[in-house]
């Protein structure tokens, strides 16, 4: 069974900095694309950022050159390190990557919540 479980969620004032991982678990054969999206209180979920197998890297417009994203493909794992965080960044974080295994297709982590206040 496959399993993405983040962390690094918290509580941080405008202008701070976090860094959120998930990691992927269980019977993996290969992990293709790997992503991170948000969805705040009342809004849909969005894209964040997303990243290749080979390292290319996907932004949104509102987190371009504060936010980076990284993966780890020896340790199954993805990052985000978000800097110069705006109370608009409040949001619930998901993981999210296109995993081979028995079953081929997206998987999806629980969420962490950040949380950034003014």
């Known amino acids: 069974q496959v399993r993405l479980v983040e962390s690094g969620g918290g509580l941080v004032q405008a202008g701070g900095s976090l860094r959120l991982s998930c990691a992927a678990s269980?019977?993996?054969?290969?992990?293709?694309?790997m992503a991170w999206y948000r969805q705040a209180p009342g809004k849909q979920r969005e894209l964040v950022a997303d990243i290749t197998s080979g390292g290319t890297s996907n932004y949104a417009d509102s987190v371009k050159g504060r936010f980076t994203i990284s993966r780890d493909n020896a340790k199954n794992t993805v990052y985000l390190q978000m800097n110069s965080l705006k109370p608009e960044d409040t949001a619930v974080y998901y993981c999210?990557?296109?995993?081979?295994?028995?079953?081929?297709?997206?998987?999806w982590g629980k969420g962490t919540l950040v949380t950034v206040s003014s």
């Open positions: 999210n990557a296109y995993i081979i295994s028995w079953r081929r297709g997206d998987y």
């Open positions: 269980g019977s993996i054969f290969s992990i293709n694309g």
